[in-house]
């Protein structure tokens, strides 16, 4: 019963895994620029991810905050080279070059 009962536990589990919604593969190699929780902004070249958003990124430039209004950023940035970014802390990801619109991965598609 023991063994019956861990393996269906093991299956759930299983099951349960989490997917990312966002395919950073195609990122692999090109810059990126990270924003963070907190309000810190960094770019660099996206190394490695995994499902919870830990980035590995080279290159990293950290951009500076204004100490007198912590949201504006300012022109000075400080070399990071190679970081390792926590996936709870990221708010946004977005292409160094720009931006691609995707479709809403929430909404189901409708057959018309």
Do not use: H, W
Not at 46 to 51: I, N, R, T, V
Not at 54 to 71: A, F, S
Not at 89 to 99: E, N, Y
């Amino acid at each position: 019963l023991l063994n019956t009962t861990c393996r269906c536990f093991l299956q759930d589990k299983e099951k349960k895994k989490k997917e990312s919604i966002f395919d950073l593969s195609k990122y692999i190699d090109k810059p990126i620029r990270v924003k963070f929780q907190g309000g810190r902004e960094a770019s660099g070249v996206l190394k490695g991810f995994d499902p919870l958003l830990n980035l590995v990124l080279d290159g990293t430039i950290e951009y500076m905050r204004d100490p007198d209004d912590q949201l504006k950023l300012t022109e000075d940035t400080r070399q990071l080279g190679l970081v390792v970014c926590r996936g709870t802390s990221v708010v946004l990801i977005c292409p160094q070059d720009g931006m691609e619109a995707i479709p809403n991965p929430f909404i189901q598609q409708q057959d018309g």
